[in-house]
């Protein structure tokens, strides 16, 4: 059984070359920046143990490499899925759009129940 120890969301955009690609890297970056999980150090329990779990969200799914973004995740072991989601701002005028991308990234720990003392 696992726990779910954190969740951060982040978002990412493309301003001008409709890369969903860049968008999506960049939310994950935004919401990894957030965080910190020094309960590795503390416990003594190996970064391998955590399992993460991030869901990308843009408005052209199929256009994300998955594989592709599990490198930039620095710590356990990478799942990710990607959704409908974000948003496209088309410019009338130039007739360029803008792509934003949103991320969950979740980390989930073997359960704890009953390793923690309270003192």
Do not use: C
Request: proline content about 7%; overall charge negative.
């Amino acid at each position: 059984m696992e726990q779910r120890v954190i969740i951060e969301m982040g978002m990412g955009n493309d301003l001008h070359g409709m890369d969903y690609q860049k968008a999506a890297k960049r939310a994950i970056e935004d919401a990894i920046r957030h965080s910190t999980l020094p309960i590795f150090q503390s416990i003594g329990m190996p970064h391998t143990e955590m399992r993460v779990q991030v869901t990308v969200g843009v408005q052209e799914p199929d256009k994300i490499d998955t594989e592709a973004l599990k490198p930039g995740l620095p710590r356990g072991r990478a799942d990710v899925g990607v959704v409908k989601g974000g948003l496209n701002i088309p410019n009338p005028e130039t007739g360029d759009t803008a792509v934003v991308a949103t991320a969950a990234v979740e980390a989930f720990l073997p359960s704890q129940a009953g390793k923690w003392i309270q003192t």
